[in-house]
């Protein structure tokens, strides 16, 4: 790879030079026919492929300064007879074709005297724009005021008052929405319309403690119920769907969604001695507005089913296909033969398996509501079928036989490409079962994202 780079690197710059190279042989041919504009542009796309490019250097220098003062020259004419916008925009195009030039090293000659009359005329008519904008602002016409500071900013950056007169054109709509939003207690959505306004500006008026109230107001704070069970077998793995649950819905990209800790539930007035779910879920809706819970999650194991399948042998019959040479009696010549010899391998098999199912649903606290109810339903499972042969499996004939040590009309061999296919992938599967805490932990992960998306799609204003 490093000897690479060299090389890759050596044809760039050759194929910077062949570019160079050939965009300066047309320009000389417009320079000659007297087409500045065209052979100026063409030094230029000489001198960028080529900065080195001496002769492309001395064509723009000289090419390039009649374009400016052609550009200057449009400047003059406006300023002289035309509009203020127009001067300006024409003085600002020659400008910028200056700076172009002063990028590649090309310094060209910018009289001064024209500078002082674009001053003037930028003044003249950003005073204009100004006048415009402020009466549009009074007129509360917020997009039209925008449009003209923006305008404004973009030729001079320091007129006058143009930034903070912008920032009132472009976010006191947006603050007026966020206000109407929260008098109809649409408090997510004012939220939004208040990120907005702080991450550019840091704060407009009290954009700040309003969007920190529409956060307390949208919060979804969330108490986590210990985990009931349909039964008492189940139990031993509530605590860990519990955990993985909380965990989960901890990393929420959101705002809006903050649990609850469990020694706000367990202080609850003789919360312990509460077996009952549907009593506790009760005791906690009723209590939940004194540890500042917005909801409740409650939910119930169903089914959790662990199947841990053992590793089955079974003996398999087949055949070792050689080719050995023997000898022609007829003939005494040397022949070639194909040799099937009965042989014994063995094959593997084991399954695993694991099925969840959990039900359950978010209670709102301040209002008779059930804010979400779902179930989840997930299996995990994993199956292993392997062979093993004492010997070069890639020589193995699928088939059967009765008898190792003699034939019979029952012995078949199946020497095809589809049937030894199918052998020879047994002794190339997978030998390694994933264990039953392997598929749980990953089966419990799969409950827990499920729950915590749910909760995520829960969305209310307030």
């Known amino acids: 790879m490093k000897q690479l780079l060299p090389i890759f690197l050596l044809g760039l710059i050759l194929m910077s030079s062949c570019a160079s190279k050939r965009n300066y042989n047309k320009a000389q041919k417009f320079d000659n026919a007297g087409l500045y504009t065209d ?12 900065k080195n490019n001496i002769d492309a250097k001395l064509g723009l220098q000289r090419t390039g300064q009649l374009v400016l003062e052609d550009k200057v020259e449009v400047f003059q004419n406006q300023y002289n007879n035309g509009t203020a916008k127009d ?15 002063s990028a590649l090293g090309v310094k060209l000659i910018l009289s001064e005297d024209q500078k002082e009359y ?19 602002l009074s007129l509360e016409e917020f997009n039209a005021a925008e449009t003209q500071l923006s305008e404004i900013i973009s030729i001079d950056a320091n007129f006058k008052d143009s930034q903070s007169q912008w920032v009132i054109a472009k976010y006191e709509p947006i603050y007026r929405h966020g206000n109407q939003l929260i008098q109809t207690a649409l408090f997510r959505s004012a939220y939004a319309d208040f990120q907005t306004i702080n991450k550019a500006t840091k704060g407009y008026k009290n954009s700040l403690d309003l969007q920190a109230q ?25 605590s860990s769907i519990k955990d993985m649950v909380v965990n989960e819905v901890s990393q929420i990209k959101s705002p809006f969604y903050k649990l609850i800790s469990d020694a706000s539930i367990t202080s609850i007035p003789n919360w312990a001695n509460t077996k009952d779910p549907a009593l506790a879920l009760k005791i906690a809706k009723r209590e939940g507005c004194f540890f500042e819970a917005k909801t409740i999650l409650s939910a119930r194991l ?6 841990q399948g053992q590793l089955v042998k079974k003996e398999k019959r087949a055949y070792l296909k050689q080719t050995v040479e023997v000898t022609n009696p007829d003939t005494q010549q040397k022949e070639t033969k194909v040799k099937y010899t009965k042989v014994r391998y063995y094959e593997y098999e084991q399954k695993h398996s694991i099925s969840l199912s959990l039900s359950y649903g978010l209670d709102r606290v301040d209002k008779d509501e059930k804010a979400l109810a779902d179930n989840f339903y997930g299996e995990k499972k994993d199956h292993i079928h392997y062979a093993q042969f004492d010997g070069n499996y890639k020589q193995l004939v699928a088939g059967t036989w009765k008898y190792m040590d003699k034939e019979t009309s029952d012995d078949q061999v199946y020497d095809s490409n589809d049937s030894n296919s199918r052998l020879h992938q047994l002794f190339k599967n997978n030998k390694e079962i994933k264990s039953i805490a392997s598929l749980e932990s990953s089966l419990l992960s799969a409950c827990a994202e499920h729950v915590s998306k749910s909760i995520s799609n829960y969305q209310p204003e307030n």
């Open 214 to 238: 529409c956060l307390d107001k949208a919060t979804v704070s969330i108490a986590v119920l210990p985990i009931s069970y349909k039964y008492r077998s189940y139990r031993s793995y509530t």
């Open 302 to 307: 169903d089914k959790f089913s662990k199947q």
């Open 87 to 101: 001067a300006v925009y024409a003085y600002r195009a020659a400008e910028s074709y200056y700076n172009q030039l």
């Open 39 to 50: 052979a100026a542009n063409l030094y230029f796309k000489s001198l960028k492929a080529n």
């Open 118 to 136: 674009y001053l003037e005329v930028k003044d003249k008519y950003l005073d204009i724009l100004y006048q415009q904008a402020m009466k549009a």
